[in-house]
């Protein structure tokens, strides 16, 4: 008798769990079946994804992508630039709802919940026109700038650059890679370590002034990432993307801001 009464408690605390478990499944995809807005944290210095134009306005390609999302979905988008070493404590804190710019995959794969990749990228060096640097190991003794908690920064700290950052005169982190590319210009620097798409957009408009090195530092994937364990806001965001390719409407996001021959959804 003990024993059946054990096993009856056993089965009742059981279907309490279950039960419990399924209340938060339905409790959460209640709260995103009532959102209203999404709230996207963005480093407001990275061009094409994300930046401020001369008007005073937010725009980019990332930024784009986000407000046909909101749109169709009736949500308002809510664009919070924000500092790139507080990405974290920002989403966890609840005043972001997602990481949403230009946002590296590789290396970070358990520490949010993920999109689907949707552009290929790799890490660059810019260097002066005139600077006579075209290798990696002609950055010996030289100071090489790079954005602080960038997937650059990952790259040259990585096993296989190691004895290459060792060479530098100096590696220094900085805040945003406008102020960095400023910095080589004036000459106060020798090279910017970057994602390729972002070098790419610096330069097409100074190639008399900057050079792309060859010779790239590593490849990587753009996602947008989630607080771990969003997953019911992940999957909203991830079935309208795979909507908008459907229909065209994510290719010609990415021509507008010619990102189309890197990006990777549906591949």
């Not at 995809?29 to 061009?47: H, I």
């Not at 002609?138 to 040259?156: C, G, Y």
């Not at 991830?238 to 994510?250: I, P, R, S, W």
Request: glycine share 8%; hydrophobic share 35%.
């Amino acid at each position: 008798m003990k024993n059946i009464k054990k096993i009856a408690a056993l089965g009742l605390a059981a279907v309490c769990v279950l039960g419990t478990l399924t209340g938060c499944g339905k409790k959460e995809n209640s709260a995103e079946e009532s959102r209203t807005k999404l709230t996207v944290g963005f480093d407001a210095e990275y061009p094409p994804y994300g930046y401020m134009d001369e008007n005073g306005e937010y725009v980019g390609f990332d930024l784009d992508l986000a407000e046909e999302v909101c749109k169709r979905n009736g949500w308002e988008l809510v664009k919070n630039p924000i500092d790139w070493n507080a990405k974290d404590m920002e989403l966890n804190s609840g005043s972001i709802d997602c990481i949403w710019n230009g946002f590296t995959i590789n290396g970070r794969e358990d520490d949010y919940t993920w999109s689907k990749p949707y552009v290929d990228n790799s890490q660059v060096i810019i260097t002066k026109k005139d600077s006579g640097i075209t290798t990696l190991s002609d950055l010996a003794d030289k100071t090489v700038l790079v954005q602080a908690d960038s997937a650059a920064l990952t790259a040259l700290e990585s096993d296989d650059l190691m004895s290459v950052t060792e060479t530098f005169g100096e590696l220094t982190q900085v805040a945003d890679y406008n102020s960095a590319l400023m910095t080589l210009e004036s000459g106060a620097a020798d090279a910017v370590a970057l994602d390729k798409v972002v070098a790419q957009y610096y330069v097409k408009d100074k190639e008399d002034t900057f050079s792309i090195m060859e010779e790239e530092l590593s490849t990587e994937q753009y996602g947008i990432g989630f607080k771990k364990g969003n997953n019911a806001l992940c999957d909203k965001v991830q079935e309208t993307l795979n909507a908008m390719l459907e229909d065209g409407t994510f290719v010609e996001i990415a021509t507008k801001w010619d990102q189309q021959d890197v990006i990777c959804l549906g591949k």
